[in-house]
């Protein structure tokens, strides 16, 4: 089932958001459903070429990387984005889910599209399923994107818990019987750099769905996906990210692994720098796929 549509992705300069301008670029979209047993996946698509998936973070849809996919389309690449379940019209069963029931997701989406192995972004909470598909599903990964992603594992000496950077920030930013104002300032807090406007996240948040993926966090071992299998790695790191423990990946996983930080963001990512976020992984996908590196970035 496919319907397609159109959007226009454009973002307007502000010097108080670190959101940089460009030229508005339209898009057709096609929203395809995957059925498999009793689950069923909708996924975004756009775009032609080779194949990059992006897995959203905790409790949020793949609408917030519509800028992101739109401009990836534009550099040559067909952008997948499947909507995690209990999302869109993404359905499945919510209880005692663990991280290889939303690889599994994943995967049928990529078998459906026969697509081979391809490079999968894992944005924030979204880097563990990435993961954990490449562990379960070699043949459908052949490079990752840890964007602003939690590791799993903490430096030698550390005494923080894994994952629990600033975690009432992040699970009340989603809650929605907050009162706005203190939903506002948990996405400060946890989520947007210095300066950037946080209210663009006051929506989108799908709680059934973030109850089920922090379950499946909880109940599986880091272990079981923390290296991604073998295939090479960009660790995507934000400037002024305030949830994730830097610089934990290549240490423990070598050569494989390359770092990138991008400049005057926090681990949202998508909305305060869709350009410079699209742009790392587009250059990350073109060495993956040996294209030319000097191809035109639109």
Known sequence: ??????????????????????????????????????????????????????????????????????????QGFRVLRPQPRGIGRSQGPMLNLDMHAFAADVASVLDREKTG??????????????RMLAVDRPDLVRGLVMAAASAGKLPPGST?????????????????????????????????????????????????????QAHARNVTPVDAYFSGGSVPMLDLQAQHDAVVVPNVFK?????????????????????EQPVAMSDAIGSFARRIYGIDQHASTK
């Open 1 to 74: 089932m496919k319907l397609k549509t159109l959007f226009v992705a454009a973002c307007i300069a502000a010097a108080t958001t670190g959101c940089a301008t460009h030229s508005t670029t339209v898009s057709s979209v096609e929203r395809d459903l995957v059925t498999r047993g009793d689950v069923r996946i909708e996924t975004l698509s756009e775009g032609q070429g080779p194949v990059i998936v992006i897995l959203p973070s905790l409790g949020r849809g793949a609408e917030d990387y519509e800028l992101v996919s739109a401009r990836l389309a534009a």
């Open 251 to 271: 240490p423990m996983l070598g050569d494989r692994v390359t770092v990138k930080v991008i400049p005057d963001c926090g681990h949202a990512m998508a909305p």
């Open 160 to 212: 923080e818990k894994p994952y629990g950077r600033l975690r009432e920030a992040i699970d009340g930013s989603g809650n929605m019987t907050l009162p706005e104002s203190q939903r506002l300032q948990y996405l400060q807090q946890a989520f947007f750099a210095p300066g950037h406007d946080a209210r663009p996240w006051l929506n989108g948040w799908y709680p059934a769905t973030h109850e089920a």
């Open 117 to 130: 192995p391809v490079v999968i972004v894992g944005h924030a909470w979204g880097s563990q399923p990435a």
